[in-house]
């Protein structure tokens, strides 16, 4: 049984804190005339009145994503991306040079890049073989100044889904918080952890719209948690941390979640063809399987590869020299036709 206590993860300044208190915040709303904030009430540079503090708790764009995602407003967090709630749950947890975070690579960079900023400790426990959690050496791994534990499913870069036995097992044996990053659950077959938000008091889970909505350039993540850990965020955030035009935008781009849907489709075939095709090739050897937008692919020998891409103008990632990713090359499903030119170039290279 977990024994989670959020008081026991959350630094003792943070919760000795005041937070800033907002004009927005002392005062919610509109009225005729507002002379609280210090902005400018004769104009704007731009024709929108922008010249008014954004809503700091979102509250409008949290009513869309409640609905969308069947969960109450007052468990989501919204950030300037997924990196914004990824630094901020690392600064409310952890004393610089005390505590520490578990990570698991091969996975996405930004939780070890966070941490270092922060100065707290990174400890690392590989994923398997098969890139699978190892939650042996990671229960193993725990110590008294373990206050995270980051993540990611599916996976970046590998591409595939964590056993949820794992999840849950870890989920279960840790005190501190599990964050889930789920950046790419839009595209897997398997379901959401979301649900299981009222089971386990000390997961977090992140998304973002910057995959399957299509909407990276206005950098937008959310955290999804139980409502104290979301306080903890909002009490440390940035007060106005997501600009009007964000909030704007974003609450008009929900309303077209047919799209994404029919997106994700063609996302998803476009995969299968791309793998299938991927195969074909003698100096490829071996094309992971996949439940995100992307395709880990091993080949004879990345570097060549990745710099003869570059000539044919196509850019991939080249993830070779990541642990267990030896000779990868990380490459995104694009449109049909993009996908195409990258076989085209690739049959040039064959021969
Ligand atoms: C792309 C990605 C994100 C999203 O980052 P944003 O800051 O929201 O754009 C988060 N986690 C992983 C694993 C990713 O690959």
Known sequence: MNTFDINKVIRQNIQRMKPYSSARSEFEGTTSVMLDANENSIGSTLSVPYNRYPDPLQKELKKRIGQIKQIDPANIFIGNGSDEPIDLLIRATCDPGKHNIIICPPTYGMYEVAANINDVAIKQVLLTEEYQLDTNAILATIDEGTRLIFLCS?????????????????????????????????????????????????????????????????????????????????????????????????????????????????????????????????????VYPSDANFLLTKVADADVLYNYLLTQNIVVRNRSNVPLCEN????????????????????????
């Open 154 to 286: 599916p996976n970046n870069p590998t591409g595939n889904v964590l056993k949820e036995k794992d999840i849950i097992s870890i989920l279960e044996s840790f005190p501190g918080i599990v964050v889930l990053d789920e950046a790419y659950i839009d595209f897997a077959e398997a379901s959401s952890f979301i649900n299981k938000l009222i089971d386990y008091p000390n997961l977090v889970i992140l998304q973002t719209f910057s995959k399957a909505w299509g909407l990276a350039g206005l950098r937008l993540g959310t955290a999804y948690a139980s409502e104290a850990i979301i306080s903890v965020l909002n009490k440390i955030k940035a007060p106005y941390n997501i600009g009007v035009l964000t909030q704007q935008s974003a609450i008009s781009a929900l309303t077209n979640e047919v799209d994404v849907h029919s997106w994700i489709a063609l996302i998803r075939q476009q995969r299968e063809t791309m793998t299938r095709e991927l195969r074909q090739f003698s100096f490829v050897e071996k």
């Open 328 to 351: 990868c090359l990380r490459i995104t499903i694009g449109t049909e036709q993009e996908n195409e030119l990258l076989l085209d170039a690739l049959k040039k290279y064959n021969s």
